[in-house]
Nanobody, 124 residues
Framework: QVQLVESGGGLVQAGGSLRLSCTAS????????MGWFRQAPGKEREFVGA????????YYPDSVKGRFTISRDNAKNTVYLQMNSLKPEDTAVYYC?????????????????WGQGTQVTVSS
């Protein structure tokens, strides 16, 4: 089991960038695929990307492809979400999550460990 803590959220203008971090406790971080999700008020939780346990593979939905990049540093037990060209519709609480499923899980119910979330607000 790993415990996850996100950081790096905040207020940014449209077109700007933010980098979120998610740091894990525990010794098994490198065995977990990691994902990022977001949830805006009144909306369902949305998948925004995943990275494999090794870090060699990533996957993004069309809504963020080309703007968001996920990376990880297994030596630091940390996964990152670099967000560029931010839009007001990116405003949400962002969550990192860990999964023991091999590969690149995309569904929230495939993830067993969740952080508490960090707010990202993009102003127009």
């Amino acid at each position: 089991q790993v415990q996850l803590v996100e950081s790096g959220g905040g207020l940014v203008q449209a077109g700007g960038s933010l980098r979120l971090s998610c740091t894990a406790s525990g010794r098994t971080f490198s065995t977990y695929a990691m994902g990022w999700f977001r949830q805006a008020p009144g909306k369902e939780r949305e998948f925004v990307g995943a990275i494999s346990a090794s870090g060699r593979s990533t996957y993004y939905p069309d809504s963020v492809k080309g703007r968001f990049t996920i990376s990880r540093d297994n030596a630091k037990n940390t996964v990152y979400l670099q967000m560029n060209s931010l839009k007001p519709e990116d405003t949400a609480v962002y969550y990192c999550a860990g999964s023991t499923i091999y590969g690149l899980p995309v569904k929230s119910n495939e993830y067993s460990n969740w952080g508490q979330g960090t707010q990202v607000t993009v102003s127009s």
